[in-house]
């Protein structure tokens, strides 16, 4: 499917955390290399100052797991949707882009509630509301709303923030608790976008 004779048998590959939609690094595969990712589900790519298939993760142990492989409408691009094992740059961040924040630290928050579920921990604030049922948590979520509202009528635009903060978080335990996520969300508003 991948038109390699484009660029002289190798073709930019985007890798995305799957997750978060972050933009992890960019790198290159000829033949051989998109053969291998597809067939491991690691990323690997041809290194261009090795000359070598180099697979991300090798030495570190950072993988980037293979969750989706998008070609571009050209053939001569791959997006690559992963789930970072750690960091993905050689400096230990987690992107090779620096960026001032994580644009999409709300599907972060979501995958952290979701390893909190995942792996219990007493000292886990969202364990031990999980542990108080669904209706604590969709009573959180009402309480938060209801000073969210409080906060955007009469307190400092601080406070305001502080309570969204805090509605969007339990906003996103309640979803979980009940086995949805933002992506259901984003979809039924697109949908109705329409």
């Known amino acids: ?112 509630v979701n390893n909190r579920y995942a792996h219990p921990s007493d000292e886990s604030y969202v364990n031990r509301l999980r542990s108080r049922g669904i209706n604590k948590i969709a009573q959180k979520v009402g309480e938060e709303a209801v000073e969210t509202v409080i906060a955007a009528l009469t307190e400092t635009d601080t406070d305001f923030i502080n309570e969204t903060s805090d509605l969007l978080f339990h906003l996103i335990v309640l979803l979980r608790e009940k086995g949805f996520s933002l992506e259901t969300i984003a979809k039924n508003l697109e949908s109705r976008h329409q």
């Not at 997750?19 to 033949?31: C, S």
């Not at 001569?76 to 994580?102: E, Q, W, Y």
């Open 1 to 112: 499917m991948l038109d390699f004779a484009k660029s002289d048998g190798l073709v930019p590959v985007i890798v995305q955390d799957f997750q978060t939609l972050e933009v992890l690094m960019l790198g290159y595969m000829n033949e051989e290399a998109w053969q291998k990712t597809q067939a491991e589900k690691r990323v690997t790519f041809f290194s261009r100052s090795k000359n070598r298939l180099w697979t991300k993760g090798e030495d570190s142990g950072n993988f980037l797991n293979v969750k989706s492989i998008h070609i571009d409408c050209d053939k001569d691009t791959v997006l690559i949707k992963a789930d970072p094992m750690g960091p993905t740059c050689h400096t230990g961040s987690r992107s090779c882009f620096s960026t001032d924040f994580n644009q999409n630290f709300l599907l972060e928050l979501e995958r952290i």
